[in-house]
């Protein structure tokens, strides 16, 4: 009795699968999507085990407190003659005085009053690019001063530096002196200042008290 109801349900059964197969595969169709569905939804949330590439930075370095700072130096020169003051000065333009010469004319330069023997400073670091020495104008000596500045001096006596030597605003380059250029002035130095080639007054550029 109970094989013939076993069997009875399965016919039942395999009747109802053949009926309703097509429903049934739709439904296990819709519960696979369904499935591939949740799987993609959690995998995109998951976070990736992958490394991130950051842009590149710059290389920013710490501030090194044991480099020295650099700031250019202001071209400012210091009074050349020891103790000196202005006598004649610069002028390119109006004429004056020249009591050697008993004649005004123009004065291309500055005579820096000093008492004889007194040293001249270079007045500002440089090199020196020539040095000569005669009776009339005495010792000259020429001072490139860098960044176009170049100076030279005249009626020195006893100089002490030679071409090629590095200077510096209070290097003692020689003594005032007195020999027949502008012989009938009271001991100076002849002092001549070119920027960019072209000669400027002296005193515009000298600093301190003694100006």
Known sequence: MQKKDAKAIGSRLMAFLKKNIHYIL????????????????????AKPDVDVVKPDQPNIEAPDDDKPVIVEKKFALVMPVVGGVKGRGFSDTALSFNPSLNRYDAHLAVDLMGSEGSNVLAGFEGIVTNVSNDAYY??????DYGKGYVATFQLLADVNVKTGDKVTEKSVIGKVGKFQFECLENPHV???LRQDSKLVDPMLYIVGEDK
Do not use: D, Q
Not at 26 to 45: D, E, F, K, R, S
Not at 138 to 143: A, N
């Open 138 to 143: 005495g010792g000259s000596v020429t001072i």
């Open 26 to 45: 739709m439904i296990l169709c819709v519960i696979a999507i369904g499935v591939v569905v949740t799987v993609v939804a959690v995998l995109n949330t």
């Open 190 to 192: 002849h002092y001549e």
